[in-house]
């Protein structure tokens, strides 16, 4: 689907929206709970604070709060939008948390539903959606990115809660016979090393009735092997990216943004040096909000559009990458 000509249908990016918890979490203040410190995280990781759902603040909540601002910049008619597609690993309903936007919002006449892929989430969603608009099925999308990692955290595990915090993204994306600013991408997973990062189920044995067992629901906390998942995402990115650039011809110095996968600033840095992109075009706001898992991308690209870093036809190399593992690229033309 790479180099789509007009006569075909392709993406058009038409507006942005995030939502993040009002509680902040301090690195000085995770350090009064476990053996850690302000300095060591921000030198391992670049971040300072991340934000805390509170009971209001599921992901259906945050989710639908970043979904409306994206309607109202892309100044649609609710009863115009045909699919919401939510990118979140943490539901406020197992069964699916996207129809409760869709309600919310009052977009009656979309099919909304959710999808998993951790950090990669968003960008799978994104490639989802556009793949239904190219196809003619939908001309309206929401594509939406929501997590609420802390409620999985460990947070007597100072090699990982030091990492994530909650928050939401999403883009409207829209059909358009004109050209396609969705200019490539690329998905990849590889289950074999998904121990080294995951959020399994926790499955309690308890007795319906005599000799009839059943496994009570519910899941553990993030088991994360820092050193192997940040090998990965360092030597996985770029090769990623670079075979996209190959693809779509295009090359990392015609790209304006790198936006990654907010994950860790070392991470950032490391893959922007393999490209050569410098660091002034590598967007990052994990300072603040840590990594917020299939949020990172949207909240990042929708902060960078509103200050009016991200302008009309900017081109935007993105990359998400976590658990599963699964990692993905895109490359974008903002528009
Ligand atoms: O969406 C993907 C999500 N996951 C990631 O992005 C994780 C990628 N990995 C990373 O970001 C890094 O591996 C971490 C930030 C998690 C850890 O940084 P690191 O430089 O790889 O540290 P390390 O695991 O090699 O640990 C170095 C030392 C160890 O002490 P010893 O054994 O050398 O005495 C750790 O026990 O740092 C210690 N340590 C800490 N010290 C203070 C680990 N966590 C902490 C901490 N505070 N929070």
């Known amino acids: 689907m790479e180099g789509i000509k007009f006569n075909q ?195 309690d044995k308890n007795s319906i009735i005599d000799n009839i067992d059943f496994l009570r629901g519910g899941f553990s906390s993030i088991q994360m092997n820092g050193q192997e998942v940040y090998k990965f995402a360092v030597r996985e990115v770029p090769i990623i990216l670079e075979k996209l650039f190959k693809k779509t011809n295009y090359s990392s110095d015609k790209v304006d943004w790198l936006v990654l996968h907010q994950a860790n600033q070392r991470i950032l840095d490391s893959v922007g040096d393999r490209l050569k992109i410098p660091r002034e075009k590598i967007l990052s706001n994990l300072e603040k909000y840590g990594n917020t898992s299939a949020a990172t991308i949207p909240l990042m690209m929708d902060e960078a559009i509103k200050n009016n870093r991200i302008k009309q036809n900017d081109i935007i190399a993105t990359s998400g990458f976590g658990a599963g593992l699964s990692w993905g690229a895109a490359l974008i033309k903002w528009g």
């Open 9 to 203: 249908i392709g993406v058009s990016f038409k507006g942005s929206g995030s939502y993040v918890p009002e509680q902040i979490l301090t690195n000085q203040k995770i350090s009064q709970k476990v053996d850690t410190s302000d300095e060591w995280i921000k030198s391992r990781t670049g971040i300072s604070e991340r934000r805390i759902s509170s009971p209001e603040d599921n992901v259906t909540e945050m989710g639908y709060k970043a979904a409306q601002t994206a309607i109202e910049m892309a100044n649609w008619d609710l009863k115009t939008i045909d699919l919401i597609v939510l990118a979140t690993s943490t539901p406020h309903d197992l069964f699916g948390s996207a129809p409760s936007i869709q309600a919310k919002l009052g977009a009656n006449n979309a099919v909304a539903f959710d999808l998993t892929a951790a950090c990669s989430g968003f960008l799978f969603a994104l490639i989802t959606a556009s793949q239904f608009l190219r196809g003619r099925s939908f001309k309206r999308a929401i594509v939406i990115g929501a997590d609420q990692l802390s409620s999985f955290v460990d947070w007597n595990d100072r090699r990982s809660c030091i990492l994530f915090g909650d928050g939401a993204g999403a883009l409207a994306i829209e059909a358009t016979s004109e050209y396609d600013n969705l200019l490539g991408f690329d998905m990849r997973t590889d289950g074999d090393r998904g121990s080294f990062l995951n959020l399994q189920s926790k499955n």
